[in-house]
């Protein structure tokens, strides 16, 4: 059945005008080790899935629908404003609590913290 072969995720594709300020984002001041980077696209392995950059001089900003399931989120969000990036107050949400982070290029992606 087509549900066996579609068993995982393997990439989450992020679209980028600039690569070097991307890279250097992700790389520099969040910390993600990269596996491969070149001018067109760029890895960072995060548990089972990789995190893509991927160049295209067409790229918006956008919410991208990408979530970091977090273990503190207000020592997360906490720890993304001393670095200057922005992030948005903690939310309660019901089942949990949420922030959003944007990178460089304003694309948005949410921080979440199950509740106990």
């Not at 995060?46 to 956008?62: E, G, M, T, Y």
């Not at 990036?85 to 959003?100: H, K, N, P, W």
């Amino acid at each position: 059945m087509v549900q066996d072969m579609l068993n995982r995720i393997g990439h989450i594709i992020v679209y980028v005008r600039d690569m070097n300020s991307m890279v250097a984002f992700w790389r520099d001041k969040l910390g993600l080790k990269p596996s491969y980077v070149s001018s067109d696209w760029s890895e960072f392995p995060l548990d089972n899935i990789v995190l893509a950059l991927h160049h295209s001089r067409d790229a918006q900003a956008r919410h991208t629908g990408i979530v970091f399931q977090v273990d503190n989120i207000h020592e997360t969000v906490n720890t993304l404003k001393s670095m200057c990036i922005e992030v948005s107050e903690v939310r309660d949400i019901g089942v949990g609590l949420e922030a959003t982070f944007n990178d460089p290029e304003g694309n948005k992606y949410n921080l979440f913290q199950l509740k106990p």
